[in-house]
Structures are given as C-alpha cells and as structure tokens.
C-alpha cells in the first residue's frame, strides 16, 4: 500500500458522535487526499491537502473538516456522525498534483 | 455492509482466456489516465497509466489502449487468472487545478478456474 496506513481499519460509532480518522505516510509526498467509497458511486473526494496546513474542499465535503499539520498526517473528522457517512474511507497520496494516486487499506465506518 | 462491486457490470471469463475492459471519460481535456484494481476489502492498486500523448502502453500481461478521437480507454489483461478477479475502473486528470482524478465507476471482473 505504498507507504500508508489508516486508523482505525473499522469503527462502528453513534450518531452524533465524533469520529477522527487518521491517514499516516511514510513516502513525503506533498499531496494527500480522503475519499469515501459507496456502492453505485465510486470514489469521491471529500477533502485534499497539497502541504502542511494546505487543505481544499472535494466534491462532497460538507460534514467533514480535515487538518494536516505535519506532512506524513491528515485527519478526517466527522463532528457530529450521520448515518449517511456509513462508508469506506480511503486516503490516498500522490508526490504531484498530476501524478498517480496511491491508496491506503481503507477505514469501514458504521454510523448507527 | 454491502460490497462496493454490487450493481457494477460484471465481465466473466475463463481462466486463460484474454479480458478486455472498457471505459468512457468524460473530458476531452484529461491528459493522463490510470487503471486501478481492486479486491474485496482493500484499497484500490495502481496498474497501469497512459498519458495523453500515447496510445498503447504495455505492462506485465496488461496493456492500455487510448482513443482519444472517441474519449474509450481499455485495459486488456492477457490470459486471464483467478487471481485477476478484482473492481477494475479508470480514472482521468481532468487538469483543472488542484482537482484532479475523477473516477469511473468501475466494471468486476469474475475469472473462473
């Protein structure tokens, strides 16, 4: 998986509650970016960073913050979990914006 | 829950046999395209990638072909294995900015022994 690794792989959790999901790298690349996976959806971008503290919107970011304060981290947060954000999270990390994306193992997340 | 590779169009073949798999991206503009593979429970694995100036790339028993004239990318996977059956879907760099790959949806590929 190219150097990366999520936390935790599965988390069941209540609605309303906080959920943190951590994305770690051990390559230095400059980009990273979360994504969540839903049947009859594909992948889509909820939030990327392009450097320390160099974060942007995805294509469905609303619910969800990230923060990246050191370059081999970036955290999601749901602040207050939804049952619509039961899904599988995926980080991915690429050196430029152009170049390929490198997934991580994934986080199965279950709101109740 | 229920599996990511549920309402994709399936593709099964024999074992041995050749796979063509087939995308359609959406900008005319993409410059650089990706193939993933992905099995049950895992993240999605880089394969193989073609840029725009090209129109054939080969890799191991894989080959991606690019017309650009009709926006179809295919990735062809020679004698087909078990351990071939996976999601597969493309992904294009629609080169607008910081965003950058949009994802098909993907196509399953069922190999059987």
């Known amino acids: 998986d190219a150097g990366i690794t999520q936390s935790p792989r599965h988390k069941v959790t209540e609605t309303g509650t906080p959920v943190t999901l951590r994305c770690h790298q051990t390559?230095?690349?400059?980009?990273m970016y979360w994504y969540r996976q839903d049947p009859g959806h594909g992948l889509r971008l909820i939030h990327y960073s392009y450097g320390v503290k160099d974060t942007d919107k995805g294509e469905v970011s609303d619910g969800y913050s990230v923060s990246r304060s050191k370059t081999e981290d970036f955290l999601l947060t749901l602040e207050s979990a939804t049952s619509s954000q039961t899904s599988v999270y995926f980080c991915?990390?690429?050196?430029?914006?152009?170049?390929?994306?490198?997934f991580g193992p994934g986080t199965r997340l279950t709101v109740l | 829950g229920e599996s990511v590779g549920l309402h994709l169009p399936t593709l099964s073949v024999q074992e041995g046999d050749n796979s063509i798999i087939n995308c359609a991206y959406s900008n005319s503009a993409s410059d650089y395209f990706i193939w993933y593979k992905q099995e049950s429970g895992k993240g999605p694995q880089f394969i193989i990638d073609i840029r725009s100036n090209m129109d054939k790339r080969q890799g191991q028993r894989v080959t991606v072909l690019l017309n650009k004239t009709v926006k179809h990318l295919s990735l062809q996977i020679a004698a087909t294995q078990p351990g071939d059956s996976a999601v597969y879907f493309c992904a294009e760099n629609t080169n607008s900015g910081y965003s950058t790959l949009t994802f098909g949806k993907g196509t399953m590929l069922l190999v059987s022994p």
């Open positions: 991915a990390i690429s050196d430029t914006s152009t170049d390929t994306q490198y």
């Open positions: 390559e230095n690349h400059r980009y």
